[in-house]
């Protein structure tokens, strides 16, 4: 790629600076501690089966999930870049109990952003060698800056982020993030550790034949799903549609995001607000299909609208596509009023 003349995510940050609200030159240094990060898990990732890292730790995270061990080690390795370069003043982890806070100890404690990842999505996966991810997403504190931070620093609509983005681990790396003028993704050269933009401008079909849920709990999910499910297996004009899931958020939106298709994890009797978490997971999302000319939303409402009460508050998500995702919105306000 080098050979190619690709312009390097380095380079772009720095030409694309302005389009960071508020920045002040700390959002080239964030990144680059992301891209570190990155760089050192998929590495780690790379090694699964060669060395003892695969399976679980033998822990629970908050949610009474089994850690699986890159989980684990993940987590450490981006807490660790983000907190020794000291330009974020709080992170959120999915794996955390509470927020960190990041005490600054050169230039004091000036740092006005914080962080909300899921340091590797789709982790029970890496047994199988099925692509995983990390997903990120970037606030500006609202507390004063230079206090300790809060946890209201934390629970921010998803319409107030600065930048979103995920790292996919698959046949290639790839970072893909968006600061609110649009999405792009850049793809690592493993041979010289340099992340090329591979992927401009990307945009999301706005009409998609793919739909992403797991049919396993079929039996579970609400009439409105069920509903949109059988309208996408009807044979009928464009449709049937295909059903393609991989069981990990970044895969399947990465591949819904070029291909066209819509993401689904609805709520059921044993979730009843869903498994995936606004914060972590769904507003970075949300935010990175609406700039990529999608949508999101809980069936609903806007994903990016709904108010956090919660670090690790669950939330029923439909993204991708925008007229699948408004198809499926008409299916479950119509069950909706026949419940009514």
Do not use: W
């Not at 399976?55 to 009474?64: E, F, K, L």
């Not at 850690?67 to 330009?87: G, M």
């Not at 998500?317 to 008409?330: I, L, P, Q």
């Amino acid at each position: 790629m080098a050979d190619q003349n690709f312009q390097t995510l380095g380079e772009f940050i720095i030409e694309k600076q302005e389009d960071f609200k508020a920045s002040t030159g700390e959002f080239s240094r964030l990144i680059n501690a992301m891209k570190l990060a990155a760089k050192m898990v998929n590495r780690e990732v790379n090694k699964a089966g060669l060395v003892d890292i695969a399976g679980v730790a033998g822990s629970t995270n908050i949610q009474g999930e089994d850690q699986q061990k890159l989980d684990v080690l993940a987590n450490e390795i981006f807490i660790e870049a983000l907190s020794q370069r000291e330009v974020v003043c709080g992170i959120a982890s999915e794996e955390n109990d509470d927020f960190i806070e990041i005490k600054c100890t050169k230039r004091g404690h000036l740092s006005k952003y914080v962080v909300l990842i899921d340091p590797l999505d789709g982790s029970s996966n890496i047994d199988v060698n099925v692509s995983v991810g990390t997903i990120f997403s970037i606030y500006q504190r609202v507390s004063e800056p230079g206090t300790p931070v809060e946890m209201r620093d934390f629970l921010q609509k998803g319409e107030n982020q600065l930048a979103a983005g995920y790292i996919i681990y698959g046949s290639s790396t790839m970072l893909v993030y968006t600061t609110g003028n649009g999405v792009n993704g850049f793809t690592l050269d493993p041979a010289i550790g340099t992340f090329y933009l591979s992927h401009p401008n990307m945009t999301i079909p706005e009409k998609g034949k793919i739909y992403s849920i797991n049919e396993g709990n079929y039996i579970k999910f609400p009439q409105g799903v069920k509903d949109y499910l059988k309208y996408c297996q009807m044979n009928e004009d464009d449709r049937p549609y295909t059903s393609r899931y991989i069981g990990s958020l970044c895969a399947d939106f990465h591949r819904n995001m070029i291909k066209g298709g819509i993401y689904i994890y609805p709520s059921y009797a044993k979730a009843p607000n869903g498994k995936l978490r606004l914060l972590y997971e769904c507003n970075p999302m949300a935010f990175l299909a609406e700039q990529a000319g999608g949508k999101a939303s809980d069936g609903f409402q806007r994903i990016m609208e709904i108010e956090p009460t919660e670090l690790h508050q669950r939330v029923p998500f439909f993204c991708g596509s925008k007229n699948m995702v408004e198809k499926a919105e008409e299916f479950m306000a119509k069950n909706q009023k026949v419940q009514d």
